[in-house]
C-alpha cells in the first residue's frame, strides 16, 4: 500500500512543491514513479527508479528517497505544474499507485 | 508518431460484457510489457493488469481476477482486454499504457493513450 501525503497542497507560482509517499513495506530496488495527471489528460512519467528524470521532464521536479520513503520536489512552481501528482511501486505485483496529491493554487 | 489509441468502451449492463482494444503505433511493441490502468470518475488511478512482451507472463489486479483477460497480439501490435461480468464498480476510463522491461522486470509507465471510457448500469 502507498499512502501520499498531503492529499492537497495548497501553493502560489514560485513556491517550492513537496511531495511524499510512503510505502507499508520496503522496495527491494527503487522501484517507484511519480506521475503528473492534468484535468482532462492521461498521466505522464515524471520520475523513475525514485529519482530519474524521464525524458523532456524539466529538471525543476525531482525526485528523492529509498525503502519506505520517497519524496518528489518542484523546487518553483509554474503555472502548468498545478495538477495531480501519482507515486506507483512498479517493482512487483500488484503494481499500485497512491492515493494522490492534488497541487492547487493558493 | 508514437501512440497508444485504446477503443472499445461504451454503456453495458451489470453482469454483461466489453472487450477494449489499444492498438500502438511508432515503436517496437515486442519491446514493451503492456499494462491498462484504469480511474473512476473523480478518483485516482487503479492498475489493472500487466503482461509481458511475448504474453508468457499475466498479472491481474485482485479486483479483477477472474473476470478480466488481458492479452495482446504482437503480429498486429495489440493490446486487449475481455471484460465479463462487469459491475457498476468496473465503471470509469480505461488507459492502456507500455512499459520497458530489462533485465529486472518491467519499468514504469512510460508512454499512455488517452483512455476509453467503460460505463457499467442498467
Known amino acids: 500500500v502507498l499512502t501520499q501525503s498531503p492529499d492537497t497542497l495548497s501553493l502560489s507560482p514560485g513556491e517550492r512543491a513537496t511531495l511524499s509517499c510512503r510505502a507499508s513495506?520496503?522496495?527491494?530496488?527503487?522501484?517507484l514513479a511519480w506521475y503528473q495527471q492534468k484535468h482532462g489528460q492521461a498521466p505522464r512519467l515524471l520520475i523513475y527508479g525514485a529519482s530519474t528524470r524521464a525524458t523532456g521532464i524539466p529538471d525543476r521536479f525531482s525526485g528523492s528517497g529509498s525503502g519506505t520513503h520517497f519524496t518528489l520536489t518542484i523546487s518553483r512552481l509554474e503555472p502548468e505544474d498545478f495538477a495531480v501528482y501519482y507515486c506507483q511501486q512498479y517493482g512487483t505485483s500488484p503494481r499500485t499507485f497512491g492515493q494522490g496529491t492534488k497541487v492547487e493554487i493558493k | 508518431e508514437v501512440q497508444l489509441v485504446e477503443s472499445g468502451g461504451g454503456v453495458v449492463a451489470p453482469g454483461g460484457s466489453l472487450r477494449l482494444s489499444c492498438a500502438a503505433s511508432g515503436f517496437t511493441f515486442t519491446n514493451f510489457y503492456m499494462n491498462w490502468v484504469r480511474q473512476a470518475p473523480g478518483k485516482g488511478l487503479e492498475w489493472v493488469s500487466s503482461?509481458?512482451?511475448?504474453?508468457?507472463?499475466?498479472f491481474y489486479a485482485e479486483s479483477v481476477q477472474g473476470r478480466f483477460t488481458i492479452s495482446r497480439d504482437n503480429a498486429d501490435d495489440s493490446l486487449f482486454l475481455q471484460m465479463d461480468s462487469l459491475r457498476a464498480d468496473d465503471t470509469g476510463l480505461y488507459y492502456c499504457?507500455?512499459?520497458?522491461?530489462?533485465?529486472?522486470?518491467?519499468?514504469?509507465?512510460?508512454?499512455w493513450g488517452q483512455g476509453t471510457m467503460v460505463s457499467v448500469s442498467s
Open positions: 499504457a507500455r512499459a520497458p522491461f530489462n533485465y529486472y522486470g518491467p519499468d514504469a509507465f512510460d508512454l
Open positions: 503482461i509481458s512482451s511475448r504474453g508468457n507472463y499475466i
Open positions: 513495506q520496503s522496495f527491494s530496488r527503487d522501484t
